[in-house]
């Protein structure tokens, strides 16, 4: 698989395409931060340029595919805002996408059809994913990694094994973005409990995928009396499997990719701020963590200059919330094995 992926960039290289906008908006007392999308031709890819696009915290924006991104880049480019736009195709270019940047995005490699589960997508994704950070650690070492791509569960540990041989490895820097769990959450929770979305919060922990998926609603605000034992069990299930309700519904076109672009661009600008310096920047995130007995988990954490500044404990947990946590801990497990011994076997 590693071969054919390897085969596909060589064939799609294209002549070089960098598009520069014409900004019209001042950088005003922001500094400047490249940002960088693997995979920004995809289904996800689009729509995250565009909002990354939008975000003034970004100055430049470095669109990176095996193929299609001189049409994208050239489209995004001409959107009034701050950030400057190049589009690189192929990977010859790769390296040139990728230098200085801050945060490196990657939505790259294939999505779910009916009846897949996340893992079913590992033979092809592990070896994307393993290419892509071998870059990385080459051409923009001290970047933030947002790890999009799935099974995120052993994604995120090949790209920490990846680092790891190349004496790169910061597990402050390396992410997996389990935003999209959150963002589910707090709207069926809303939706169920009718309190306004925008004040609601609910964090997510444990993994990304299926039973993994561990929200927390015994922790969501605003609190809500009116809903019982059940309407819980309800809404764990329907987060849980949030991810295949879209994969159903698109029957054999994708899975999720605006509500992800949504939730990838909400975590980016989460880190820009902790980069930044804004003080209490605290998303979930699947990463490196001590706060279980297994070596990768997602919780919530609180960004900063250099990455994760710390990663928050569980909190109070209800009896159903005790048992999910037991019962992910297994498949979480073998994810996490399944990408180390990937990474360290090829
Ligand atoms: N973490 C999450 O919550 C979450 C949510 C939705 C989707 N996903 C995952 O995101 C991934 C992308 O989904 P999508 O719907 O955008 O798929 P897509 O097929 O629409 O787009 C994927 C893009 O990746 C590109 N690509 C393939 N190999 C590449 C390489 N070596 N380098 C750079 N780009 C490469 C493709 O050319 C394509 O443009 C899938 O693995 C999907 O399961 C994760
Ligand atoms: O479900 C998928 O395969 C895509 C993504 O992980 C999601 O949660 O929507």
């Known amino acids: 698989m590693l071969r054919s992926a390897g085969a596909a960039l060589r064939r799609t290289t294209t002549e070089p395409s960098r598009l520069m906008s014409r900004s019209c908006y001042s950088s005003g007392s922001h500094p400047e931060r490249k940002v960088v999308i693997l995979g920004a031709a995809g289904g996800i890819g689009q729509p995250l340029s565009l909002l990354m696009k939008l975000n003034p915290l970004v100055s430049s924006l470095s669109l990176y595919d095996i193929a299609n991104t001189p049409g994208v880049a050239a489209d995004v480019s001409h959107i009034n805002s701050r950030a400057q736009v190049a589009g690189y195709a192929g990977e010859e270019q790769l390296g040139q996408a990728l230098e200085g940047s801050d945060i490196v995005i990657i939505p790259a490699g294939v999505p ?59 597990e402050k820097k390396l992410f997996g973005v389990t935003t999209l769990d959150v963002v589910r959450a707090k709207t069926f929770y809303a939706g169920k409990a009718k309190l306004p979305v925008a004040e609601v919060n609910v964090p997510v922990v444990g993994g990304h995928a299926g039973v993994t998926i561990l929200p927390l609603f015994s922790q ?12 819980i069990r309800a809404l764990t299930k329907r987060t849980q499997d949030g991810g295949t309700e879209v994969v159903e519904a698109k029957a054999g076109k994708g899975s999720a990719t605006l509500s992800m672009a949504y939730a990838g661009a909400v975590f980016a600008d989460a880190c820009l701020k902790g980069l930044n310096g804004v003080p209490d920047i605290v998303e979930c995130s699947y990463v490196q963590s001590t706060i279980t007995e297994l070596p990768f988990f997602a919780s919530k954490v609180r960004l900063g200059k250099n990455g994760v500044e710390e990663v928050l404990g569980l909190g109070p947990l209800s009896d159903f ?12 497990k073998s994810s996490i094995e399944k990408g180390v011994k990937f990474a360290n076997q090829s």
């Open 321 to 332: 919330e005790k048992e999910g946590l037991k019962s992910l801990k297994p498949e979480l």
């Open 220 to 231: 969501a605000t605003p609190k809500s009396n009116s809903l019982g034992d059940e309407d």
């Open 112 to 170: 779910r059809k009916p009846g897949m589960t996340r893992d079913d997508l590992f033979n092809i994704n592990a070896g994307i994913v393993k290419s892509l950070c071998i870059a990385i650690a080459k051409y923009c070492p001290n970047a933030l990694v947002n790890m999009i791509s799935n099974p995120v569960n052993s994604t995120v540990p090949i790209a920490a094994e990846v680092f790891k041989k190349a004496g790169t490895y910061d």
